[in-house]
T-cell receptor
Framework: EAGVAQSPRYKIIEKRQSVAFWCNPI?????LYWYQQILGQGPKLLIQ????????DSQLPKDRFSAERLKGVDSTLKIQPAKLEDSAVYLC??????????FGQGTRLTVV | GNSVTQMEGPVTLSEEAFLTINCTYT??????LFWYVQYPGEGLQLLLK?????DKGSNKGFEATYRKETTSFHLEKGSVQVSDSAVYFC?????????FGKGTMLLVSP
């Protein structure tokens, strides 16, 4: 069974530029999460989808971050414009029938 | 809301030593509990889980028991290896959202 796929693995951008990350969850998984992990900290939930509906986006900075999950499968997370404090690893995860979530390798974003 | 508290690291051990990483939680209802491990430059991997009180999750020599009376889910391993060096995250899920602790770094020396 293929795991959660994310791209790109690494991205370096200048502040005020925009960036997008892509995630393909495990086939058949209805729930998809985007987490932000700042160096030395635990993952912080940005947004959770159930199929193509949003379950929780309370910690998503909506003035600059947006996410969508078209057709309830792939998802994209966008930052526009980026700030220095957005430098982090962005993790995508998915879950199916069970309570556990499975993570991709993450995208490391550096904003300079 | 739900929250997870882990002991601060780094935890530094010699190979073959006994490991305990403490984890306590606050949650409404009956959460499922997890330990995830993160190796350098990698995403999180599920290490073990427990879905109800008194369940013991185990994998690769690691164990943790869901203690509802003390709201704890401590991670243990009888004999650590250098390859166990990583960051360990305790997590829980209530009705939907997966919440993580801050992580505990484990460093094992030969």
């Amino acid at each position: 069974e293929a795991g959660v796929a994310q791209s790109p693995r690494y991205k370096i951008i200048e502040k005020r530029q925009s960036v997008a990350f892509w995630c393909n969850p495990i086939s058949g998984h209805a729930t998809l999460y985007w987490y932000q992990q700042i160096l030395g900290q635990g993952p912080k939930l940005l947004i959770q989808f159930q199929n193509n509906g949003v379950v929780d986006d309370s910690q998503l900075p909506k003035d600059r971050f947006s996410a969508e999950r078209l057709k309830g499968v792939d998802s994209t997370l966008k930052i526009q414009p980026a700030k220095l404090e957005d430098s982090a690893v962005y993790l995508c995860a998915s879950s199916g029938r069970g309570p556990e979530a499975f993570f991709g390798q993450g995208t490391r974003l550096t904003v300079v | 809301g739900n929250s997870v508290t882990q002991m601060e690291g780094p935890v530094t051990l010699s190979e073959e030593a006994f490991l305990t990483i403490n984890c306590t939680y606050t949650a409404t209802g009956y959460p499922s509990l997890f330990w995830y491990v993160q190796y350098p430059g990698e995403g999180l991997q599920l290490l073990l889980k427990a879905t109800k009180a008194d369940d013991k999750g185990s994998n690769k020599g690691f164990e943790a028991t869901y203690r509802k009376e003390t709201t704890s889910f401590h991670l243990e391993k009888g004999s650590v290896q250098v390859s166990d060096s990583a960051v360990y995250f305790c997590a829980l899920t209530g009705y939907s959202t997966l919440t993580f602790g801050k992580g505990t770094m484990l460093l094992v020396s030969p």
